[in-house]
């Protein structure tokens, strides 16, 4: 197969995409993304990718038809997404012909493992694993959960991996409060409403990120959360 994967993102939530594409350059992927079904049917015919992230729920369930599709056609594997946490949704998706499952929230190595090993499963080569990302002066090892910032080395929790991962895919972006809950602990998830300032301050203070002179997360008052980066991130 090419020495790059094609890898197609159908997912509408543009924040949940940008997360996605950020962790798939820990891979060997040339990414593009569809918002929509009928975006998703353009990019298969024009691009034929090898790999396809397909967010189930999109458009009312309507992606859970493109799986249908894709496994009457060339091969291509296929991994499903869902905030959904019922046996009958999984199920339905491997019926349909889906690789593998993956629950939103996910766990950004989680996702690098997963991706890699259907790729390799259903056409028999891939590249390897890329270990380090640069973002800005930050160095993100996701092999071993740790982020270089300048000399500091530091270790994260899984939560904090994925809360940097989904901050930092979407630098410049204001993300509310309740996107953030809704991304790392998902829509049914009923927990106390201080827990994301928590969780932010915690990350803050491994970055040894002042609030008061932002360098990587800054607090935009009565909204939210965004990620202050010192240079784009390369763009696949």
Known sequence: MDAE???L??????????????????????????STVNEAHAAIEEWRPHLALVDIDL??????????????????????????SDLRGKLDAFERGADDYIGVPFVPDDLVARAHAVVRRVHGGVGGVVPRLRIGDLEIDV??????????????????????????????????REQILDALWGTDFVIESNVVDRH?????????NDWHKPRYIETVPGTGYRFVATEEPPQG
């Open 9 to 34: 993102l159908v997912i509408g939530d543009a924040a949940l995409a940008k997360t996605v594409d950020l962790t798939l350059r820990h891979g060997s992927y040339v990414r593009r993304s569809a």
């Open 200 to 208: 932010v301050r915690a990350l803050r203070a491994k970055l040894q």
């Open 59 to 84: 458009e009312g369930g309507r992606a859970m038809q493109l799986i249908d599709e894709v496994s009457t056609r060339e091969r291509m594997a296929v991994i499903a997404l869902t905030r959904r």
């Open 143 to 176: 092999l071993n959960r740790k982020v270089r910032a300048g000399e500091s080395e530091l270790h994260l929790t899984s939560l904090e991996q994925a809360l940097l991962y989904l901050l930092a895919a979407n630098a410049g972006t204001v993300l509310t």
């Open 5 to 7: 994967v094609r890898a």
